[in-house]
Structure formats: C-alpha cells, structure tokens
T-cell receptor, first 109, second 116 residues
Framework: GENVEQHPSTLSVQEGDSAVIKCTYSDSASNYFPWYKQELGKRPQLIIDIRSNVGEKKDQRIAVTLNKTAKHFSLHITETQPEDSAVYFC????????FGTGTSLTVIP | GAVVSQHPSRVICKSGTSVKIECRSL??????MFWYRQFPKKSLMLMAT?????????EQGVEKDKFLINHASLTLSTLTVTSAHPEDSSFYIC????????????FGSGTQLSVL
C-alpha cells in the first residue's frame, strides 16, 4: 500500500525565517497532494494543495512544490509568524487518502 | 457550505463505561466517513472507514468490538468506544469526502476523550 513519509517531525524557526517540510510518497496512482494545518484541539484546515500535473503552486507566504518523478512534495512557508505554529501534515490521494506523520512547527517570536 | 459536525467536543468518563461520538454531515450526503485517532502533535491515524448501509472497514490492529462504528444514514456516523480504559484517552476525529470531488475532505471538529 501507499506510504507517505514526512520530515522533520518537529521544526523550530525564528520569526521571519522560512520553514520547509518534505514528504515522499510511493504510489504512482497518487495525483492530488494537500497540506493541512492543525492547531491544538481543532480540526485540520486545508492550506494549500497541488495536483500531479503542476510543479509548483503559491499562495501568499505558502508554496508547495511537487517532483512527480522523484515522488517528493514540499511545503514552504516564508516570513514565518508565531501564528504559523501548529502541526502540519501532508497527504496523498489517488484512490484513497494517506497522511504523512506530521510536523510540529514552532515559530519563536 | 459543506460542514461535518462532531459531538461531543470533550468527554470525561470513568473506566469501563462506553462513550458515543457522533459525526453529522451538514448540507451534503456522506456515503463514507473516516474515523481517526490522533495523539498530541502527531498526524491522523486511520482507525476505520464507515460506509452507509454496510459494515465498517477497520484498519489492521483496531479492535472492531472495542470501537463500534455505525453509519445508519447518509448524514450520520457514530463511533462508540466500549468499555473505555485510560489507554483509550485520545483525540478522535472524523472526516467525510465530498460526494462528487472525493479528494476534498471535510473534517469534524474532534472529540477529546479522557478516561479516568
């Protein structure tokens, strides 16, 4: 079955710096890759997604890149702010969802 | 817009009791509902997939007699934690895919279960 690996599991950055979270997948049938942000005790929120026919997508301070050949996709957050502190997890979807293991991001003021 | 409503948001119970968690799809029909367990600062662990009108599909290692799932209608799925023990304490969350755009997931708000 599909295996989605996510790194790092924890990440601390200074406010204003960039944060990068990486995921790899194994199923060639996966064609949709969302990223979710989850604050403590709340529901996950979709923050950005990318489809397999696109290499990069950007939305203000957030960007996602996809290397379909290498089966890698990454989340980039620039100019981080304390409110970016949360758990982030990636997912892949082909016929069903598979979630990454999560990254706890802390932005230090 | 489409929303998944989950109740209760928090429950504290005594060891040995059963707890029921409900997830309702609002403004759309959810033929499928996913149930997850989540530990602090970790990602979602899929426990089971419920399908309206049929038996739920459980992931390996999840006790079906412990975690009873019922999906009796197109808008309601329930998870009952039977004979709860302290090790069952966790954050439980449901999600339902859009009926047409299956890659779009709508999440419930989660239930924090604490078993004393």
């Amino acid at each position: 079955g599909e295996n989605v690996e996510q790194h790092p599991s924890t990440l601390s950055v200074q406010e204003g710096d960039s944060a990068v979270i990486k995921c790899t997948y194994s199923d060639s049938a996966s064609n949709y890759f969302p990223w979710y942000k989850q604050e403590l005790g709340k529901r996950p929120q979709l923050i950005i997604d990318i489809r397999s026919n696109v290499g990069e997508k950007k939305d203000q301070r957030i960007a996602v890149t996809l290397n379909k050949t290498a089966k890698h996709f990454s989340l980039h957050i620039t100019e981080t702010q304390p409110e970016d502190s949360a758990v982030y997890f990636c997912a892949s979807f082909g016929n069903q969802f598979y979630f990454g293991t999560g990254t706890s991001l802390t932005v230090i003021p | 817009g489409a929303v998944v409503s989950q109740h209760p948001s928090r429950v504290i119970c005594k060891s040995g009791t059963s707890v029921k968690i409900e997830c309702r799809s609002l403004d759309f029909q959810a033929t499928t509902m996913f149930w997850y367990r989540q530990f602090p600062k970790k990602s979602l662990m899929l426990m089971a997939t419920s399908n309206e009108g049929s038996k739920a599909t459980y992931e390996q290692g999840v006790e079906k007699d412990k975690f009873l799932i019922n999906h009796a209608s197109l808008t309601l799925s329930t998870l009952t934690v039977t004979s709860a023990h302290p090790e069952d304490s966790s954050f439980y969350i449901c999600s339902a895919p859009h009926s047409v755009y299956r890659e779009k997931l709508f999440f419930g708000s989660g239930t924090q279960l604490s078993v004393l």
